[in-house]
């Protein structure tokens, strides 16, 4: 809840980069002085600190440093999620990972990365995209087949061209694999108890699912294509 009240209102981004460093202003006694708020600086206890206040110049370049650590944050971020997802109890009764707690968790989880997604820079978002397609086209586990898919639609509802094109052949080509190798072809009456040989099949189509949320003509451009 912290990260998600934290983010739904600024941008998540690395501003010390080259493409985002503005110029260095040259200070003259008259800019010098006028940068610095010639209003006495007061603490909240009353006293006035001993320390000079700093120039607008100074401020922005603390801030604009301070957001050096947010590339480690996010890749931090996205590792813990999913050690966390693939800690999650073997589906059980209707095909559920746990019980209510889990369930709360993982819903708060998905809303969490779906305002994270909104707030990252484009430079950051390409990153923890590519990092979730690896993750999903090297690991299949039955734990996390919905938590997975999920979060590739978080991605879809930000940028639903760049997810789709990236999800959409990984996922055709290992659907029609599975289907030509007799994924699907056992007959069954339950909806909540997958056959266990039809688990890489439903992996690709969780991920299909979500990167097919909200995607809109993006779907038959690159169908087209």
Not at 201 to 215: K, T
Request: hydrophobic content about 40%.
């Amino acid at each position: 809840m912290f990260i998600i009240l934290a983010i739904s209102t600024v941008k998540v981004g690395d501003l010390t980069g080259p493409e985002m460093r503005v110029p260095t202003r040259v200070a003259t006694p008259d800019t010098a002085m006028g940068d610095i708020d010639s209003r006495p600086q007061v603490l909240l206890n009353g006293e006035v600190p001993s320390e000079p206040a700093l120039s607008k110049h100074e401020e922005d370049a603390l801030v604009r440093e301070s957001t050096a650590a947010m590339p480690d944050w996010t890749a931090k971020f996205f590792r813990q999620l999913l050690n966390f997802f693939e800690n999650l109890p073997e589906p059980g009764k209707n095909n559920r990972a746990g019980g209510k707690v889990e369930e709360q968790l993982i819903a708060m989880c998905v809303t969490c990365v779906e305002y994270l997604c909104t707030a990252m820079s484009e430079e950051l978002f390409d990153t923890n995209l590519k990092r979730l397609f690896d993750y999903a086209a090297s690991t299949v586990r039955t734990n996390t087949v919905k938590s997975v898919g999920a979060l590739v639609g978080c991605f879809t509802r930000s940028n639903a061209t760049k997810t789709f094109d990236l999800f959409f052949p990984l996922c055709a080509r290992n659907i029609r694999a599975e289907l030509a190798g007799g994924a699907s072809s056992v007959r069954t009456t339950s909806t909540s108890n997958p056959e266990s040989g039809d688990l890489v099949l439903h992996w690709y189509c969780s991920l299909l699912i979500g990167a097919c949320s909200h995607v809109g003509e993006s779907v038959r451009s690159t169908v087209e294509t």
